[in-house]
């Protein structure tokens, strides 16, 4: 399968140290299966930046990888209640130590917005409920990717 990573610059080698911490599934390398969510990321990160220029790196993946038995792979095919909870631990900004140790993570991506409503349900302004119904993406399911070790990233094949 193709995936997809939208950025503001260039990438040669995927540096994991380079990667923000306390995002949906932790430090690590994204992609989309989605070629169009994939530009709008980089559209994303030129505006937030105001630097550099939109790029699309484009990745063959081997399915048979996530079933093969020698990676440690979590997947969540819809916005769920275990979904919700994943990703408010590891958008946890006081946590300094990853949240997991999963090498692969794929699940639907969160609403720009997730700062505001995760803060919002830790100050118990919200439950779990309305939490998991405003973090659902306002365009429909899109998977995210997450590669978070060495050996996940061996199985990227740049095109």
């Known amino acids: ?22 995002k949906d599934f932790g430090q690590g390398f994204y992609l ?12 994303q990160k ?12 484009v990745y063959e993946f081997d ?6 038995g020698r990676l440690h792979v979590l997947r969540f095919d819809e916005y769920t209640k275990e979904w919700a909870e994943f990703v408010v631990a590891n958008r ?7 949240v997991h140790d999963y090498d692969i993570v794929i699940g639907p991506i969160a609403d720009d917005k997730v700062g ?14 309305i939490l998991l119904k405003r973090l659902k993406y306002i365009k429909g ?6 590669f978070g070790t060495q050996r996940a990233i061996q199985t990227l094949k740049r095109i």
């Open 1 to 22: 399968m193709k995936l997809y990573h939208g950025s503001n610059m260039r990438i040669d080698t995927i540096d994991l140290s380079k990667s923000k911490p306390h």
């Open 32 to 43: 989309s299966d989605n070629e169009e969510q994939a530009w709008a990321m980089a559209s």
């Open 46 to 57: 030129v505006i937030q930046t105001e630097v550099g220029t939109e790029t699309l790196k």
């Open 63 to 68: 399915e048979k990888n996530l079933t093969a």
């Open 92 to 98: 946890n900004r006081t946590n300094r130590k990853f």
């Open 116 to 129: 505001v409503q995760i803060r919002l349900y830790n100050e118990n302004y919200i439950d779990m409920s």
């Open 141 to 146: 399911i899109t998977l995210q990717y997450f």
